[in-house]
């Protein structure tokens, strides 16, 4: 798994803040209904949302691992064109082609 050298510095830096952080995302996961994979597949819509490329590159990845397939991540990237724009989503498609086309 690709782990950025940022989230390790932060990790080493503040490993309680990380510990919570996940905590709150655990608990977050379990309040709900959501399968895994759609769980993912909104992040994934979210951080298009935040034109993030390290987050949608991240949930990519998680959505890849939740069982989405290529079609069902391209096409929640798709989806935020009439929300986002046209240039974020396209931005977007390349951060995910990057993810997708190393797995294959």
């Not at 782990?3 to 996940?22: A, G, R």
């Not at 709150?24 to 935040?50: F, H, M, W």
């Not at 990519?60 to 989806?79: D, N, P, Q, S």
Request: net charge positive; with cysteine; charged share 20%.
């Amino acid at each position: 798994m690709h782990i950025p050298k940022l989230y390790e510095n932060f990790s080493k830096n503040f490993p309680q803040v990380l510990k919570d952080l996940k905590q709150i995302g655990k608990t977050c996961r379990e309040s709900g209904p959501l399968p895994p994979k759609y769980q993912d597949l909104i992040n994934l819509g979210i951080a298009v949302g935040a034109n993030s490329r390290g987050s949608v590159m991240s949930q990519t990845r998680k959505a890849i691992e939740a069982g989405a397939t290529r079609e069902e991540i391209e096409h929640a990237v798709l989806l935020s064109l009439t929300t986002t724009g046209f240039p974020n989503m396209m931005a977007a498609m390349g951060w995910v082609g990057e993810v997708l086309d190393k797995k294959n």
